[in-house]
């Protein structure tokens, strides 16, 4: 048998650590931002929310990169966040209509 034992290509598994590099480094935003808040900052000067905005757009790029090598469907993803959205409403506990500030 040719290859990994799992079926990846080298690319495939390279765009996979990829995606969990940045994933892990938007957990580590999310985390100080429960910590210290949104507009604490870091000793660079970035706040805390710029942080997380930072990191989910890595985390969105690497998952472009993933799409456009053919190895997620797009459509597949958009899909199963409408659902996720459906399903999480009703155990959301502290999100009021139309109130996204609090």
Do not use: C, W
Request: hydrophobic share 40%; glycine share 10%; net charge negative.
């Amino acid at each position: 048998m040719d290859g990994h034992f799992n079926g990846l290509t080298p690319a495939q598994a390279e765009r996979l650590a990829v995606l969990a590099e940045e994933l892990g480094e938007a957990v580590q935003a999310i985390g100080k931002i429960l910590r210290h808040g949104y507009e604490s900052r870091s000793p660079a000067g970035a706040t805390n929310r710029e942080a997380l905005e930072r990191e989910l757009g890595d985390v969105y790029a690497a998952m472009d990169m993933l799409s456009d090598a053919g190895d997620l469907n797009p459509f597949a993803i958009s899909i199963a966040m409408t659902r996720k959205k459906d399903r999480v409403g009703q155990y959301l506990h502290h999100q009021g209509s139309g109130d996204v500030a609090s």
